[in-house]
């Protein structure tokens, strides 16, 4: 969307600041209390935190460029032009999928200062109560619960008094459950013509109630979307948290153009390797630098390339690295396993309107420059919309029959599936078609059963690795699916969408039983871009997992994980805000750490060969003969 657009305006000078470095060469010391690895969520919100302790210095590695300057990573609506296959996107893509035809997703992550947070869609959903309950539940720490969590949920916002637009959002939003002095902007989107569609429907159906705050620990229903935008600008972890570190001064150093190879065991105590060094270079051809931590590392690099870190470091399942060509130091066979992400599909209808959508943005140059022009001048104007406008949350009633085999969800307050509301054609696997406007009721599912896996392809950390979502491999995904599109149908069928919705479009249109309906389905759904789960999270004394429920990795000493990997399930919402949320209380508990080895992370003796720190259990001794 919106590509042949952002072409002509996407490139501005770099503007570099003050401690913002852009060559390894080039970083001032030597040794720094904390190497955080990648400058997205995560890491952008733990190295500023640490940052705000004067006492300590934390170097911030990131492999992108900065996001300053970058008109499209400004303009809201220009999102979509961000990714896949530009300079800011990993450009990754997914193995063949058998639950989708076989058909090979692109796979986007940001790769630029903010990380996914500076090509992403803005959306800003905390998800449910039974999220992280249940996290605090599979994790054994009850800090990771909903009401534990709620001090840092606000310490993120700084909730936008009015709208974008200025319009009244008295009964939009409940302010009084979100933070106004956090580093973070969230606010209200402008009017659009189809808002009092998607209410009237609230009004009309009982099955879809309306929802004044999504927010709230409760998002079922649909109401108004949340979004990270700042006087009609995007809001990122770079222009929050990162660049006004860097502008205040704060004891922060981050290093732009760099990517980390691998971290690199420093020693050990009783017989716990020690992870405090950090090697990264330009390019693929570029010098190698080494530098070390005195207190830990932690890598944010995110969903795909924190396990791929891991295990190009010696760390995950020992027989794999060594059929690598890798040495393993830490047996843990759970790193890049456990990937989940939420499938998503476009339903399109034709729509009877002369109001301009943001179709006409797309196809119509003299409209994209009136827009262009008025959002450089006042940030207004439809260029300040997210891609959507409201977003619905919903769970499929017990007495379908479909969960038989269980409920992936985490509880009453967790949604199965999600509807995105999109004023025009959103759907990236159909061709735009040059005539006509539309409507687009975006179908999610988001308590999906199905895992899939990060492995790697090659010991060359430049390669990229095997990116496998496993899409609707689990039965339970597709029937969600399924009844989510039939919802979809319900939805706009209410009276008040009479005159407006002319037809359904394209292949939608044509399915109409279950099995029409799965092969639909299966022909069209994409990504919304939410891997999680891939370096999950368990108990302390636990055989599966990762990390510990302190975020540090299991049988070692100075090495952390803070991003999306760590969720065990991942939320039932879009992932930034949960990414953000963790984020925030890992800063917490590293700043109270003392920075010695948890007394808890109980590795063994080295296993046969030396080479080897298992960590207890089953599973890991099982395949110690490395
Ligand atoms: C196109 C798109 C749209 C999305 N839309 C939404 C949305 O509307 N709402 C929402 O809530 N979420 C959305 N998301 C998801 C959300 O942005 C992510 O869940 C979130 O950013 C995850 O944070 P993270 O810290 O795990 O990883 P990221 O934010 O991806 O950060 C990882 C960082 O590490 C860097 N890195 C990786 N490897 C290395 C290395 N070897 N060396 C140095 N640096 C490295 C990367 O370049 C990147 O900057 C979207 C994501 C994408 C890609
Ligand atoms: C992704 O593809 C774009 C367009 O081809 C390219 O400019 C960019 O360098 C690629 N990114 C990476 C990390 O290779
Ligand atoms: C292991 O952890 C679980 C959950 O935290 C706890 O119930 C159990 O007592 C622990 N076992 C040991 C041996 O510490
Ligand atoms: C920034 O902080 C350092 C010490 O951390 C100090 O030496 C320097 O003068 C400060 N610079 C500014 C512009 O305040
Ligand atoms: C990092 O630590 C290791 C182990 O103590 C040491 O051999 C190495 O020289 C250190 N590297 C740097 C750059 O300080
Ligand atoms: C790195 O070197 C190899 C061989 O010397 C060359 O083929 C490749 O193009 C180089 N890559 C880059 C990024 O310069
Ligand atoms: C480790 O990988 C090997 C080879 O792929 C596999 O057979 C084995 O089951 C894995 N071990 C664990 C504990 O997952
Ligand atoms: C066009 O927009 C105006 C103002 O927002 C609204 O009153 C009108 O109903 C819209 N027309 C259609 C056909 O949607
Ligand atoms: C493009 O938009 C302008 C301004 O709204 C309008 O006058 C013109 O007719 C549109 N062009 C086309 C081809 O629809
Ligand atoms: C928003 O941006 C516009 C255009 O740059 C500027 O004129 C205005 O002062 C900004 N408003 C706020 C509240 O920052
Ligand atoms: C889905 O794709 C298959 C082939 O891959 C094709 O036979 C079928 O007609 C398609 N169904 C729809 C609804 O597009
Ligand atoms: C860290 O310590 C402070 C002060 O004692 C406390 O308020 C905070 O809750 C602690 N953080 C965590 C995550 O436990
Ligand atoms: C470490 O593991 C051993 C053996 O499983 C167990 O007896 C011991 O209690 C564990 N220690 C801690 C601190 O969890």
Redesign the pocket.
């Known amino acids: 969307m919106l590509s042949a657009f952002h072409l002509s305006v996407v490139s501005f000078p770099l503007v570099v600041t003050a401690a913002l470095y852009s060559h390894p060469a080039d970083v001032p010391q030597t040794s720094y209390d904390f190497i955080v690895v990648g400058a997205g969520v995560g890491g952008g919100v733990v190295a500023r935190r640490l940052s705000e302790d004067p006492g300590t210095r934390t170097l911030l590695i990131e492999a992108g460029p900065s996001n300053e300057g970058i008109l499209p990573v400004e303009v809201p609506l220009l999102c979509t032009s961000l990714s896949p296959d530009t300079a800011y996107d990993w450009n990754y893509t997914t193995t063949p999928q058998r639950g989708l035809?076989d058909r090979v997703l692109g796979y986007p992550r940001g790769r630029l200062l903010g990380g996914s947070s500076s090509i992403n869609y803005l959306a800003w959903t905390r998800g449910s109560r039974d999220d992280y309950d249940r996290l605090a539940r599979v994790s054994g720490d009850a800090g990771w619960a909903w009401d534990a969590l709620t001090p840092f949920m606000k310490s993120i916002e700084n909730f936008a008094p009015g709208a974008v637009d200025g319009h009244n959002i008295s009964g939009q939003v409940d302010r009084s459950l979100h933070g106004t002095s956090g580093p973070l902007t969230i606010s209200m989107p402008m009017d659009l013509p189809t808002d009092r569609f998607v209410i009237g429907t609230t009004q009309q159906l009982k099955e879809f109630p309306f929802v004044e705050d999504m927010n709230s620990g409760n998002p079922i229903g649909i109401g108004y979307g949340q979004n990270t935008i700042k006087n009609g600008t995007r809001d990122s972890s770079a222009t929050a948290y990162i660049l006004p570190a860097l502008a205040s001064n704060l004891t922060l150093d981050v290093l732009v153009n760099s990517q980390v190879l691998r971290v690199l065991q420093t020693g050990s105590v009783d017989g716990v390797p020690i992870f405090r060094g950090v090697q990264f270079a330009a390019s693929a051809n570029g010098t190698v630098f080494t530098i070390n931590a005195t207190r830990e590392v932690i890598l944010s690099a995110g969903s795909v390339a924190t396990p791929q870190l891991l295990l190009l470091s010696g760390i995950g399942n020992s027989t794999r690295l060594k059929q690598t060509g890798i040495r393993p130091i830490v047996n843990l066979p759970d790193v890049g396993q456990n990937m989940q992400d939420h499938p998503l599909l476009g339903n399109i209808f034709n729509v009877h309107t002369s109001n301009i959508t943001t179709d006409d943005i797309r196809r119509n140059n003299t409209v994209a420059s009136e827009e262009l022009a008025q959002w450089q001048t006042s940030r207004t104007g439809l260029l300040t919309l997210p891609p959507s406008a409201q977003i619905g949350w919903f769970r499929v009633p017990d007495k379908s029959g479909i969960f038989a085999g269980g409920d992936p969800s985490a509880g009453p307050t967790s949604p199965h599936f999600e509807f995105i509301v999109a004023d025009g054609f959103a759907a990236t696997q159909q061709a735009f078609p040059s005539t006509g406007r539309f409507f687009t009721l975006v179908t999610v599912v988001v308590s999906p059963k199905s895992r899939g896996a990060v492995t790697l392809a090659s010991s060359d950390p430049f390669a990229n690795p095997v990116v496998d979502p496993n899409f609707f491999s689990a039965p339970v995904d597709i029937a969600i699916m399924r009844e989510a599109v039939k919802a979809a149908r319900r939805f706009v069928s209410a009276p008040v969408w009479k005159g407006y919705i002319e037809s359904e479009f394209g292949?939608f249109g044509?399915?109409h039983t279950d099995a029409?309906i799965e092969?639909?389905v299966?022909?069209?759904t994409i990504t919304v871009f939410h891997p999680a789960g891939t370096a999950a999270m368990a108990p302390f004394n636990a055989t599966h997992g990762v990390v510990n429920p302190d975020l540090t990795v299991k049988g070692t000493v100075g090495l952390r994980v803070v991003d999306a990997s760590i969720f065990p399930f991942i939320p039932a919402a879009h992932t930034q805000a949960p990414t953000y949320i963790i984020a925030e209380r890992a800063a917490s508990l590293i700043r109270n750490s003392t920075g010695t080895a948890p007394a808890n992370a109980n590795a063994t003796a080295p296993c046969e060969g030396n080479t080897t720190a298992a960590v207890s259990g089953a599973s890991s001794l099982a395949d110690s003969s490395v």
């Open positions: 035809d292949p044509s399915a029409e092969d639909y299966r022909n069209f």
